[in-house]
C-alpha cells in the first residue's frame, strides 16, 4: 500500500492528516521488517497516552482518589483494550511486517496492535503537538472513556479475585473473549472467567474487554463466596 494510501485510511480513522508521512511509515513498521522501526515512536506514544487519559480522568472525576484513577486508566491502556481499538481503527490491515512475522499472523497478534497503536500517538505528537494528539485521543477513546462507571466502586474485581485465589491456594482464573458484537464505534464484548478446579464459569459484559472481565471476576467471587458459605 502507498504512502498516499496509508496517509488517507489515517485521515479516515483518527482524523489526522500527516503533514510528514514518513512518520506514519514508521510507526506502521514492525521490527521484523526494518532495523528502522516503531520502537522508539511506541515509547513515546505510551507517555503521551498515559499523560492525556490521566487528565481526562483526573478533570471528569474530581472526588476520585489516585488509587482508583490509576484502575480507571489501567481499564482502558491495556494490551486487550488497545489491541480490540486497533482493530476496530483498521491497523491490522496496515502493519508493516517482516515475512517471517507476516506468514505467522503477526498482523492479528495483541503485543503488536497494541505497540502499533501507541507508536502511532506518538508519531501524531511527533508531527504536530500536543493540543492536536491530545484531542486525536479523546476521540479514539470517547467510548472507553464513557463506558467508565463513577458510581462504582473501582476496586479491581480481577485483582481481588486473583489475590484471593492465591490466598487459597486456588488457580489462577482463565478470561476468554466468547464473542464481540456491535458496530466498529458500539461494541460490546463478552467475557468468560472459567475456574477449573471449582467446576466455575461465570460471564461478563461491557462496552471494553476490562469492564467486561471485571464483570465475570465479580460473578465468580460471589459463587465462590455462595459455595463456601464465606
Known amino acids: 500500500m502507498s504512502n498516499q494510501s496509508k496517509s488517507n485510511w489515517c485521515l479516515n480513522s483518527f482524523n489526522y492528516d500527516f503533514r510528514n508521512s514518513s512518520l506514519l511509515e514508521l510507526a506502521l513498521t514492525h521490527r521484523s521488517y526494518s532495523a528502522e522501526n516503531n520502537e522508539r515512536p511506541e515509547f513515546l506514544g505510551d507517555a503521551v497516552l498515559d499523560l492525556v487519559l490521566s487528565d481526562v480522568l483526573f478533570q471528569l472525576y474530581p472526588s476520585v482518589d489516585e488509587g482508583n484513577l490509576s484502575l480507571m486508566r489501567a ?96 488457580i489462577f482464573p482463565e478470561y476468554r473473549l466468547i464473542k464481540t458484537t456491535g458496530e466498529k464505534h458500539d461494541q460490546q464484548f463478552f467475557i468468560d472467567c472459567v475456574i477449573k478446579d471449582e467446576g466455575i464459569t461465570t460471564s461478563g459484559d461491557g462496552k471494553t474487554i476490562k469492564i467486561a472481565e471485571q464483570e465475570a471476576a465479580r460473578e465468580a467471587l460471589k459463587r465462590l463466596a455462595d459455595d463456601k458459605g464465606e
Request: hydrophobic share 35%; no cysteine; aromatic share 6%.
Open 75 to 170: 481499564s482502558i491502556v491495556n494490551e486487550r483494550s488497545l489491541s480490540a481499538l486497533a482493530r476496530q481503527l483498521g491497523i491490522n490491515e496496515q502493519i508493516i511486517l517482516g515475512e517471517g512475522e507476516s506468514l505467522s499472523g503477526g498482523q492479528q497478534r495483541d503485543s503488536i496492535l497494541a505497540n502499533t497503536l501507541e507508536a502511532i500517538v506518538g508519531a501524531i505528537y511527533l508531527d504536530s503537538n500536543f493540543e492536536k494528539i491530545a484531542a486525536v485521543i479523546k476521540t479514539i477513546f470517547n467510548d472507553s472513556i464513557n463506558s467508565i462507571d463513577p458510581s462504582l466502586s473501582y476496586k479491581d474485581d480481577k485483582r481481588h479475585s486473583k489475590n484471593y485465589f492465591n490466598n487459597k491456594k486456588r
